[in-house]
């Protein structure tokens, strides 16, 4: 007998195992939520093109320092060439002519030895284009949390609810039972149960409608986190979050990217005003060649080192660097405000906050009241003291009562995670 009850208590156990498994596996947490959600949200495969780009645009950079090959040709006819005369002629001697139509074909081969830094910072450049990428990608991104906010706490806000409408439920099926007592015994009217059974239809009612919202909600997260989520689905209440002390919200990096760009724009333009140095070889045919008396086709070469100083963007410097400082002052004006507004939502969030932090300091009490009044009412219902009227009136006060406080417990921790999502530190 002992055996057989060890038997039976070690299969209970496991069947209690069994289905917090399954409880667990039907879950979801509102970290797991983020990141389902970012991860299937379309603008995400952006991040691959950044990529790609990047590794374009670096490459095609990086080419600079190769040999640059050009292929040239010409042909023109001149209105005269140079002639060669004597003030007397000489028998037998014949000066060559040069004609006036002439041709030339040739190639040129480039090797840059020194390029004031410029294939580096454009590197640099084409980089900082992608960090910048990136972050507004980021930006966009953070935004999605805020929508999961709305949706993960508004089937918290609907499981409590269908919690608290069933307990109106069995509070109105005592008053019916208490109610049918009497009727039973002929001190109380048939109507009098019938107005408890039309509360309780009511009630009925709207367990529909929360269940209908519940079922509208889990379809528009399956949509975002591209999860197959039931109806049936656990949404595990989240614990209260630390509120973070500065804030660094996605934007603000940003502004920090985009003045590291300016910054190299501003490197740009020093290197676009150095001096540049090349090796050069170019080789041709043409008529003539390098010996302007032949007048035959002849193959030629030449080669030697470069300079190439371009002295007309020192004219535009000056404004280069303006344009920059304008720039820079936009990204500020625009970080200022960014800031402003934000703080002016901090503002109104910490008072909601506090709102409802002192709202919840009272409900436990006054719902305590509530029952206490509730339960009098259903003894002096089953004695016959008050009406069906005046029980549910006290019924429905300790509801709202209860009510009130779900609201306010997850109004609570929808304005910590708001402030959360407002400063900017992942919840992730």
Request: proline share 3%; aromatic share 8%.
């Amino acid at each position: 007998m002992i055996k057989l009850l060890k038997i039976g208590a070690l299969l209970f156990c496991l069947c209690l195992i069994c289905q917090q498994l399954q409880a667990q596996e039907n879950a979801i947490t509102i970290e797991e939520a983020y990141k389902l959600a970012r991860q299937n949200y379309p603008m995400i495969r952006q991040r691959d093109l950044i990529a790609k780009t990047l590794d374009y645009s670096v490459s095609n950079a990086a080419k600079g320092y190769l040999p640059q090959i050009s292929v040239l040709g010409q042909a023109t006819y001149q209105s005269a060439v140079t002639e060669f005369k004597l003030p007397v002629s000489l028998p037998g001697v014949e000066f060559p002519s040069i004609s006036k139509d002439q041709y030339k074909v040739y190639a040129d081969v480039s090797q840059t030895i020194y390029d004031g830094g410029l294939v580096r910072t454009q590197v640099k450049s084409h980089e900082m284009n992608a960090g910048i990428e990136g972050q507004k990608l980021e930006v966009e991104l953070y935004k999605i949390n805020e929508r999961v906010n709305q949706i993960f706490f508004g089937v918290l806000m609907i499981d409590e609810q269908i919690k608290q409408n069933q307990l109106l439920k069995n509070d109105i099926q005592l008053g019916i039972s208490k109610i049918q007592a009497l009727i039973a015994n002929g001190t109380a009217f048939k109507s009098n149960a019938n107005s408890l059974k039309a509360e309780l239809l009511k009630a009925d009612q709207r367990m529909i409608d929360l269940q209908a919202s519940r079922q509208a909600y889990v379809d528009m997260l399956a949509l975002m986190t591209n999860q197959p989520l039931s109806d049936s689905v656990i949404f595990q209440k989240p614990q209260p979050v630390t509120i973070p002390v500065e804030i660094s919200r996605p934007e603000l990096k940003l502004y920090a990217f985009q003045n590291q760009g300016l910054d190299i724009q501003d490197q740009l333009i020093n290197v676009k005003n150095r001096p540049k140095f090349n090796f050069f070889f170019q080789g041709g045919f043409g008529r003539p060649a390098l010996n302007i008396l032949s007048n035959s086709f002849d193959p030629y070469y030449l080669t030697g080192v470069r300079l190439s100083w371009s002295l007309s963007t020192f004219y535009t410097a000056k404004n280069d660097r303006g344009l920059i400082k304008n720039s820079r002052d936009g990204i500020q004006l625009q970080r200022d405000t960014f800031l402003y507004n934000t703080n002016l939502t901090l503002k109104q969030q910490n008072a909601e906050t506090t709102r409802f932090q002192q709202l919840l300091a009272t409900d436990n009490e006054i719902i305590e009241l509530r029952e206490s009044v509730k339960t009098t009412s259903a003894a002096q219902l089953e004695n016959g003291i008050i009406n069906t009227n005046d029980f549910l009136r006290e019924v429905n006060a300790e509801d709202q009562a209860r009510q009130s406080k779900i609201l306010h417990e997850i109004q609570l921790l929808v304005s910590g995670y708001n402030l959360v999502n407002t400063m900017g530190k992942a919840i992730e």
